[in-house]
């Protein structure tokens, strides 16, 4: 098994492009997140999606949308990048009961935007 | 809303010396809480959890931790650390009910010394 894989690992943007993160499991989980990950500050929670056709907002949702493709992929967007939004993206998921199963993490996605 | 302080940014310890990380939190409700390590260059993995039961919770790699709710603390301890432990611990918090929307302490970097 894989497990969470993202892609890409690496990418550059300039200010005000747009990019898709994919992140994809192979457990058959129900629910999915996404995470920024910014020194000093932990991880904080973008978007989650509890279950395959649902998504809501986390923590800081504010300059990206998420889809929910099918159950196992779950895609992370950034309209119009901007500098801020530099950062290390991580996908994660987990199945069971939702309050109390481990998320799995992937292996991340290092963003930079001049 | 929940929060979550990791007292230490940066842990320096010798080989085979005892070692204790500090989290605290603050929430209104019950909580679930968690302990997950992130080795270099690589998404995080769970060490231990604790959602009921004995406050002392045993996790992988000999590291084990203890809840105190009345101090709101989750410290983790390992008496013995090798150089492989080596890596970035981060506590974290969930409400008991929906999707597992962790709230992540800032993080502490532990550096084993030889």
């Known amino acids: 098994n894989a497990g969470v894989t993202q892609t890409p690992k690496f990418q550059v943007l300039k200010t005000g492009q747009s990019m898709t993160l994919q992140c994809a499991q192979d457990?058959?989980?129900?629910?999915m997140y996404w995470y920024r990950q910014d020194p000093g500050m932990g991880l904080r929670l973008i978007y989650y999606s509890a279950s395959e056709g649902t998504t809501d907002k986390g923590e800081v949702p504010n300059g990206y949308n998420v889809s929910r493709l099918n159950k196992r992929e779950f895609s992370l967007r950034l309209e119009s990048a901007a500098p801020s939004q530099t950062s290390v993206y991580f996908c994660?998921?987990?199945?069971?009961?939702?309050?109390?199963?481990?998320?799995?993490f992937g292996p991340g996605t290092r963003l930079t935007v001049l | 809303a929940q929060s979550v302080t990791q007292l230490d940014s940066q842990v320096p310890v010798f080989e085979e010396a005892p070692v204790e990380l500090r989290c605290n939190y603050s929430?209104?409700?019950?909580?679930?809480l968690f302990w997950y390590v992130q080795y270099p260059n690589q998404g995080l993995q769970l060490l231990l959890k604790?959602?009921?039961?004995?406050?002392l919770v045993k996790g992988i790699n000999g590291f084990e931790a203890e809840f105190n709710k009345s101090q709101t603390s989750f410290h983790l301890r390992k008496p013995s650390v090798h150089i492989s432990d080596t890596a970035e611990y981060f506590c974290?918090?969930?409400?008991?009910?929906?999707?597992?929307?962790?709230?992540f302490g800032q993080g502490t970097r532990l550096t084993i010394n030889p």
């Open positions: 604790y959602l009921s039961g004995s406050t």
């Open positions: 994660a998921s987990s199945g069971g009961r939702p309050s109390t199963d481990t998320q799995y």
């Open positions: 974290a918090v969930s409400l008991l009910r929906g999707a597992q929307k962790l709230v």
């Open positions: 457990m058959n989980h129900n629910s």
């Open positions: 929430s209104s409700v019950s909580v679930y």
